[in-house]
């Protein structure tokens, strides 16, 4: 097949194309036989035939008495019989039947008397024994080919005499990193090096299939050290997954060494986050070359290299779940690219809304908190907010339903009080996204979300949050409960070296932001309409972050010399603080919110000592009587 470069091949096309190119090379998978006791979901790789009969002798059933049936016939409640020693033999569950014996008789129907005993019900042939093969039969299939071994299957193999079992052969799937700005993970990483986590990642997903995973040392941008790296894993792996180099950039030399070693099928795909991925093979052996970011790698691993290592292991397609659910705001989407979009999703099974995350390739954190993928197909334009769309999940409903959405404001205590829910009660999950007050206020409105932290400041009264859900609920539709005061600042360099004393300073430094419709945001506005401050010449005025965290960090590198933000993330990160104001941080809900059971329990935790505890030790916080209603 004629190679090209850079294809925008559509994903269907690619995955079929890509198994039939490599079971035309003869790729398959191997055997390998394993002790029974070690085979709990393994997939048979041949059909699994007893050796010997269960049981593989006549066995009673019960404790109780063996004997002649027929030396029982007559017997009845008003005609009862009697029996002496001779006559029959005692036995206990599982005891061989006794020679001359075709019958067993509970121990309960016996009536024992001074000479023997009295029998008031007839036994007939067979009762009560378990006969030989009575649940295998030597020669009996008891497992097909290519069925996964559950424990009980392992009980019925052992009992029909199997000791060891043929099974589809772990493939080892190589895992070969490159790049010349690629570390290994450490605390101290210098600018330029980027932390390898990507192979830490694809080992989880390959072990979860079935696959054992060989991670290979780090490959530098050198194109000989790079196809010594690849030969050598492939003749050591059934298949190798090459990590970067899959662009179009200087030092992109993945798909020309394999194409030298072997053949490239198809070299990018029209899907978004994933395109510039590598299918080829080397001998019978695939070979996938895996883009850089770690999105893109996750993507690209599930839809094309999944179906691979089921097929080496002879495994059936998982079923994804797809459910209905209503978008909470508009997505758009390329027409060339087939999208994967993570998204949070809120409310009951029944009607779920589904919560875009960030797109970025980049953002591995959005598939940590992601519940679905939603899965724009290619030439669509995307989706309208309130749309009806269906979503892959990628985690059970169940768990969904437990968890309790809070959007709006960033602040670390709500991570700190969804942690001491899941400890009080591991069934229960706090989902928390950061969209800044006013997004928060809006989820709500629209119940996109449970519970929104706000500490949104109007400026004409002082006041924090009341005149905001006044403007944008009716009488009755929300509810505003107390949560935490928090003292807000300047978060400058550790030492204050720049000799930063109030908020008009920021007019001479290098200035990072919050996010347009943040409290932080409309409190910064606040403070540079009373400085007299033109936003045009802040340098750093249109630099946002989305989290206190996020801005503590720019600072700690370097790259901005304040911003606005809680005392608690200038102490995480050691940075001075000048405080300007103390501010309310509530907690908006809906009315009919108020008495849910995961509600209330959240609303405990703010009320407990454990809290309290973990505030205090996070300094910057006061608490009067968290959760409790604020009249508006």
Known sequence: MKYEYLTNVPLEKAKADYLAFLREAGMQGKEETVPVSEALGRITSRAVYAKLCAPHYNAAAMDGIALLASKTFGASETTPISLTEKDFVRVDTGD?????????????????????????????????????????????????????????????????GILEVSVMAMPIIGILPTGDEIVSPSLNPRPGEVMEFNSTIFSGMLTQWGAQPRVYPIIKDDPCALRQAIEKAVNECDGLLIGAGTSAGR???????????????????????????????????????????????????????????????????????????????????????????????????????????????????????????????QNT????????????????????????????????????????LRREDPRLYVSSSHVGSMGGLFAVKRSEAVLAGIHLLDSSTGVYNRSYVNKYFSDGEAVLLRCVGRV???????????????????????????????????????????????????????REEYTHTAVAAQIAAGTADAGLGIYSAAKLYGLDFIPICTEEYDLLLRTESLEAPLVKRFL??????????????????TLDSPGSVIEL
């Open 96 to 160: 061989p039947l006794p020679e001359g014996c075709d019958a067993v008789i509970m121990i309960e129907d016996v009536v024992e008397n001074g000479s023997g005993i009295m029998l008031y019900c007839a036994a007939v042939p067979w009762q009560y024994i378990r006969q030989i093969g009575e649940d295998i039969c030597a020669g009996d299939m008891l497992l097909p080919s290519y069925t996964s071994i559950s424990p009980s299957a392992m009980g019925a193999m052992l009992a029909g």
């Open 251 to 377: 030092d992109d030399y993945t798909s020309l060494i394999i194409k030298e070693l072997g053949e490239v099928l198809y070299h990018g795909l029209a899907i978004k986050p994933g395109k510039p991925a590598v299918l080829a093979r080397v001998g019978t052996k695939p070979v996938l070359g895996v883009p850089g970011y770690p999105v893109s790698g996750i993507i690209v691993l599930e839809e094309i290299f999944k179906p691979i290592v089921f097929e080496l292991l002879k495994k059936p397609a998982d079923e994804a779940l797809i459910v209905p659910a209503k978008l909470s705001k508009r997505v758009n989407s390329s027409l060339k690219y087939r999208e994967f979009l993570r998204v949070k999703l809120s409310g009951s099974p029944q009607s779920l809304t589904a919560v875009p995350l960030n797109s970025g390739a980049g953002v591995v954190t959005s598939f940590v908190k992601a519940d679905a993928i939603l899965d724009i197909p």
């Open 381 to 420: 334009e995307g989706h309208e907010a309130g749309e009806n769309i269906n979503v892959r999940l990628l985690r059970p409903l169940s768990q969904i339903q437990n968890t309790l959405t809070i959007v709006g404001s960033h602040d670390p205590l709500l991570d700190e009080a969804a942690d001491i």
């Open 488 to 542: 807000q600042g300047l978060i400058t360099a550790r030492g204050n070296p720049l000799n930063v004393k109030d908020f008009s300073d920021i007019s001479r430094l290098r200035y990072v932001n919050r996010q347009g419709g943040s409290g932080t945001r409309i409190l910064c506005d606040h403070l540079i309409k009373e400085n007299c401050l033109e936003t045009s010449l802040i340098n750093g005025y249109t």
């Open 604 to 621: 405990e935790v703010l009320a407990g000592e454990e809290f309290r505890a973990r505030l205090l030790s996070m300094g910057g916080y």
